[in-house]
């Protein structure tokens, strides 16, 4: 079967974070070229490029920052993702969302399914949650791809959980919570699983993490040991860090299975990506 979407004509909006240093085709914009909160300018620049399709990865994703500033939360990742839905329509193009595994409530003890219906904690979930709405209102041709625990971006672009480990690795213990449940999700293999349904021309909504769950204390387990350093782990409960509502369960399960085990990608992002970096 030949798709009817061509990689070359596929724009990527915030492509300038950790997931978007892995789209290596198409046309793509950064923050700086393209705020998606200026109505005008994303009809125009989407006008201008005419794409096929639309990755929107363009989102305020610091947890803690959406909590302080809900307003700047509803104006990116909900407004924002009405711009671009908007421009998508006008132009027919496919819009693939990427959503996050925080629209649940943490509530289930098994992993999350596709259908399971969505109740977001905190302010993040629920400006998320606002664009998937916002997507599926307005529009027939999306995928909506949820996202856990991401990982990716190397010494240069990873923020989250697995760059924050390896920054401690100086310190003599390092705590990982150990009773809240989530699935790891590679950023490369995102964006591989998201290609594909581009070019299968698959719509609706998916689950897009690596395959398993585990906690976040597993997580940092896999990465001492990979990067091969000395170092104490201790394991706390999710209530040991404060900041923004954070639940017991965000872990996923895939009614299409395009990822690979969560270890196998876990370990090569480190071997690939981290090891040359720790050893200078
Ligand atoms: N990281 C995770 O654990 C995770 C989990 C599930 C889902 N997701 C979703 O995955 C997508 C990609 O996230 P990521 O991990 O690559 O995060 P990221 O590194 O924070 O990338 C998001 C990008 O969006 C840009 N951005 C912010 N506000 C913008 C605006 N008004 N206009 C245009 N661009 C804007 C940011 O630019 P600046 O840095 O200049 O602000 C950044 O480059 C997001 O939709 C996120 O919600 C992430």
Redesign the pocket.
């Known amino acids: 079967m030949t798709s009817k979407i061509d990689l070359n004509k596929v724009l990527t909006?915030?492509?300038?974070?950790?997931?978007?240093s892995y789209v290596n085709f198409g046309i793509k914009?950064?923050?700086?070229s393209?705020?998606?909160?200026d109505f005008h300018e994303v009809v125009r620049i989407v006008k201008q490029h005419k794409p096929q399709a639309i990755i929107?990865?363009?989102?305020?994703?610091?947890v803690d920052r959406c909590d302080r500033d809900p307003n700047y939360a509803y104006l990116?990742?909900g407004a924002?993702t009405y711009n671009v839905a908007t421009a998508a329509s006008e132009v027919g193009a496919k819009l693939v969302?990427?959503?996050?595994?925080?629209i649940f409530d943490g509530e289930k003890t098994s992993p999350y399914a596709e259908d399971n219906q969505p109740n977001p904690q905190n302010f993040?979930g629920r400006s998320?949650y606002m664009g998937e709405l916002i997507v599926r209102g307005m529009l027939k041709d999306y995928i909506i791809a949820?996202?856990?625990?991401?990982f990716?971006?190397g010494p240069e672009?990873d923020?989250?959980f697995v760059g924050k480990i390896i920054r401690q690795f100086e310190k003599q213990e390092i705590k990982a919570v150990n009773d809240a449940y989530g699935s790891p999700?590679s950023?490369k293999d995102l964006v591989g699983a998201i290609k594909r349904l581009i070019t299968d021309d698959a719509t609706g909504i998916f689950h897009l993490s690596n395959e398993g769950s585990c906690s976040r204390y597993e997580v940092a387990e896999l990465i001492i040991e990979t990067l091969g350093v000395d170092v104490t782990l201790t394991p706390v409960g999710l209530d040991y860090f404060p900041g923004a509502n954070r639940v017991k369960n965000e872990a996923m399960s895939s009614k299409k299975k395009l990822m690979r085990p969560w270890q196998e990608a876990l370990q090569e992002y480190l071997e690939t990506e981290w090891k040359t970096a720790i050893k200078n």
Do not use: P, Q
Not at 29 to 32: E, N
Not at 97 to 102: D, H
């Open positions: 909006i915030g492509a300038g974070g950790m997931v978007g914009t950064d923050h700086r393209l705020d998606i909160t929107h990865l363009a989102a305020e994703t610091d990116v990742n924002g969302y990427v959503s996050t595994a925080g993040y998320k949820r996202a856990c625990w991401m990716g971006g672009k923020l989250k999700t950023g």
